[in-house]
């Protein structure tokens, strides 16, 4: 016999038996071994994930068996809990998952990118009933790729896009403009009110 520990190796798959005894004077009988090699699942399936800025995120998931999630590619951990991406910042964050099976496959990463809202403002002012109120949609970054406006009750309206506009309404009174402005999936909302004053009456009396 050999007195130094074999190491069995893990290049194949299968089972392998090996044999121990023990000597104080003579040898003891022999005890068996039995090593098993598993063969290694391959990584989870994965597809990245988009949310718009303070959206309702969902766990992440991933296709496998028993997964656990990491916060780096080597190292850590793992938590089978699914993580909760934060979308209260914007930009593009990792995490990495596996999945055990006998053993513990390679980690998978999976990107998780939170994309900014557009900018959805805009500026009035009062007017009076039948003239002319210019409003220009407010742009930030990023520009919205497409508005939708709501004149509420407007007599007249021409403009296009952001704007600007020209509006009237033919009767005093609060008016409700709203605006939605989206840039890709991502969407923002304005919403105020014009205050129309009518106009005074003349009256004209003989002499």
């Known amino acids: ?121 805009f500026t009035l002012a009062p007017v009076c009933a039948g003239t002319k109120a210019v409003i220009n949609a407010v742009t930030g970054v990023p520009a919205p790729d497409n508005y939708t406006w709501n004149f509420g009750n407007a007599t007249s309206v021409t403009g296009s896009g952001a704007g600007p506009y020209e509006v009237v309404w033919s009767n005093g009174g609060d008016y409700s403009i709203t605006l939605a402005a989206s840039t890709g999936s991502c969407g923002n909302q304005a919403q105020h009110t014009v205050t129309v004053y009518p106009l005074p009456s003349v009256d004209i009396t003989p002499v």
């Open 1 to 121: 016999g050999d007195p130094a520990a074999p190491t069995p190796a893990t290049t194949a798959t299968g089972m392998t038996t090996y044999y121990v005894s023990q000597t104080s004077g003579c040898e003891s009988p022999r005890s068996s071994i039995l090593v098993t090699i598993n063969t290694q699942p391959a990584a989870p399936a994965v597809a990245s994930a988009n949310y718009c800025q303070n959206t309702i995120a969902a766990p992440l998931t991933a296709t496998g068996t028993n997964l656990l999630w990491y916060t780096a590619a080597t190292g850590g951990v793992g938590d089978p809990t699914p993580p909760i991406p934060s979308t209260t910042g914007t930009g593009t964050s990792t995490w990495w998952v596996s999945q055990t099976s006998g053993c513990e496959s390679p980690r998978n990463a999976l990107s998780v990118t939170v994309n900014p809202n557009p900018t959805a403002d």
